[in-house]
């Protein structure tokens, strides 16, 4: 009996690392979309999800995460979150933005969310 329980332990131990780990993956590939999104956005190479990123990106984050997380180096003099911030905001409607797109362009939206 005290071997099972001990076993059922070290499972549920071994869940709660997993579920650290995948908590981290996801933070960690989030982090990456928005760096990558921040960039083209910079570069006016856009794609539609980036559009639609980017008033999150310039009013979403907190001042602690744009320093903290979202640090983006861009060509190795700038930060593309702070050069983001010259940038215009998007006052387009999310829904009307998605209203002018092609299907290809559409069908790249759904692959990116």
Do not use: C
Request: no cysteine.
């Amino acid at each position: 009996e005290m071997e099972r329980l001990r076993a059922e332990e070290a499972r549920m131990k071994e869940l709660e690392n997993y579920d650290d780990w995948a908590k981290k993956e996801e933070e960690f590939h989030l982090e990456q979309q928005r760096k990558r999104s921040a960039i083209r956005l910079v570069e006016g190479r856009e794609k539609p999800i980036d559009i639609l990123a980017k008033n999150l990106l310039l009013f979403g984050l907190t001042e602690e995460e744009k320093k903290k997380r979202a640090a983006v180096k861009y060509q190795e003099r700038y930060n593309a979150l702070d050069e983001l911030q010259k940038l215009d905001a998007e006052l387009e409607e999310p829904h009307k933005i998605v209203s002018y797109l092609k299907l290809v362009e559409l069908q790249e939206l759904l692959v990116d969310i």
